[in-house]
Nanobody, 125 residues
């Protein structure tokens, strides 16, 4: 099973930006679609963005469209989430995810085969 390690979380003021990174332990991760989800206290895990194996298809959750950008660098086995115009309601633990199948681009939690440990993003007002 692949190990996914997120980094880049932290505290930022509203309107600011952060970039999250997710490094995968196996080169074969380039065969799989990847995604980002988040979970705020007391809420269900929410889909944020996903990207196909070579970036050919990209999806975003409605709450982040136009503000967040997902990308990947397969040479580095790394997926990124650029977050701009951050709002206090973006505060959550952000999780990197790898699809459970090479045929699926994850957009819900049961599409996911591997999760990262999560990184906290806190947006102050």
């Amino acid at each position: 099973q692949v190990a996914l390690v997120e980094s880049g979380g932290g505290l930022v003021q509203a309107g600011g930006s952060l970039r999250l990174s997710c490094a995968a332990s196996k080169y074969t991760s380039s065969m799989y679609a990847m995604g980002w989800f988040r979970q705020a206290p007391g809420k269900e895990r929410e889909f944020i963005a996903s990207i196909g194996p070579i970036g050919e298809r990209i999806y975003y959750g409605d709450s982040v469209k136009g503000r967040f950008t997902i990308s990947r660098d397969n040479a580095k086995n790394t997926v990124y989430l650029q977050m701009n115009s951050l709002k206090p309601e973006d505060t959550a633990v952000y999780y990197c995810a790898q699809s459970r199948s090479i045929f699926i681009i994850p957009r819900q939690t049961n599409d996911v085969g591997s999760w990262g440990q999560g990184t906290q993003v806190t947006v102050s007002s």
